[in-house]
């Protein structure tokens, strides 16, 4: 495969772009080698600069549930377009597309629109803290909320790939608000709560994790959280920015049958468009500006033609259930097919998959948190990665990514990936 033309894109991207790229895990930097530059995409394919062709298994990080280039959804942001880019004022679209959340996710009474997860989880817990009048928070080791200071706290995704121990710039001010616990692990958050007493004003957490590779919650974990939530009068945030309407209509509150008291959305809710949006049970929502003083704003906040995109894809959704089951099958057909192949390799290694989240840890041990998750073989991942992106299988470039599922991925495709995996295996082992 030629790389040509994104050698040179990446080449004079570093001129003027840090690190060549706008978000650092695509910069290819912990796999090595050159970022493939794309060029455009459709259904479940890729094409780089260079015109490769690649099986997309990251789809934008979620967001392409039904595929790139959605002909309905790419058609309604046409017309929308036309009648400007931007208002800055209230349109009814907004609250077409609040009723439509608030009917396929539970527990939201009030939605408010933002521009990406980073800012939904920002501002959930800024609420949650004006609500509660307290200002520590728990979240979990590995998990990612986006780049808001009070997260870069043991963050998974880019500053695990990275294996950022401090974030220079966040003040360790700020850092002592943010407790942290191993993911699926009870018994250190009680340890938490009972030495930091009547201070936790949230929990944060991502129902299953996407941003140490794929983890699923044990069972009785989250449920768990529920009850400690209750009995100590701490907001309950779910950050469904990754799991929100993919794991399922309602996300994976329905999917898990979890109840928060706010939940965070991001990228699906825009169908790939830069949107966010943050919501839940109105006796805390109303604590949100204008209506309470927990100030939050945005000019592109509910921006019409985000809106019309992610609309149009959450109906689709919503209108055809059989979606999830299918996207489920097609993601159990992977997983099995890649079992097979690994079984035989001797490698050792574990598939996490909940739904059409799945990822590979080249790991003995089950993984279950982010201490398992960092143990795991890291090189032959590098190794396992480059070797599938030459075969034209497009996987995230870091062992701390969930891979997403899409619905335009045919039967063949995954066949296709299942003996790539099996080539790349027998040429790594070589
Ligand atoms: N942090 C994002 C996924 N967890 C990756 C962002 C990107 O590079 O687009």
Sequence with gaps: MNHKMSQELFERAQQSIPGGVNSPVRAFKSVGGTPVFISKANGAYLYDADGNKYIDYINSWGPMILGHAYKPMIKAIAEKIIDSTSFGAPTELEIEMAELIKSMAPNIDLIRMVSSGTEACMSALRLARGYTGKNKFIKFEGCYHGHADSFLVKAGSGVATFNIQTVPGV?????????????????????????????I????????????????????????????????EIVFILDEVMTGFRLAAGGAQEKLKVNADLV?????????????AFGGKKEIMEHISPLGNVYQAGTLSGNPVAMIAGYTLLKTLNENPSIYLELEEKTNMLHSGLNEVFKTSGIPYVINQVGSMISIHFSKKPVVDFATASQSNIE??????????????????????????????????????????????????H
């Design 380 to 429: 032959l991942f590098k190794k396992f990665f480059h070797a599938m992106l030459k075969r034209g299988v497009y996987l995230p470039p870091s062992a701390f990514e969930s891979w997403f599922i899409c619905y335009a991925l045919t039967r063949d495709d995954i066949d296709f990936a299942i003996n790539a995996a099996n080539e790349s295996l027998k040429e790594i082992l």
């Design 171 to 199: 003040t360790a001010g700020v850092s002592a608000d943010t407790l942290t616990a191993p993911y699926n692990d009870l018994i250190v958050v009680e340890k938490l709560i009972a030495e930091n007493k009547k201070q």
């Design 264 to 276: 965070t959305y991001g990228k699906v809710i825009g169908g790939g468009m830069p949107v966010g």
């Design 201 to 232: 004003a949230a929990i944060i957490i991502e129902p299953v994790a996407g941003n140490m590779g794929c983890i699923p919650p044990l069972p009785g974990f989250l449920e768990g959280l529920r009850k400690i939530c209750d009995r100590e």
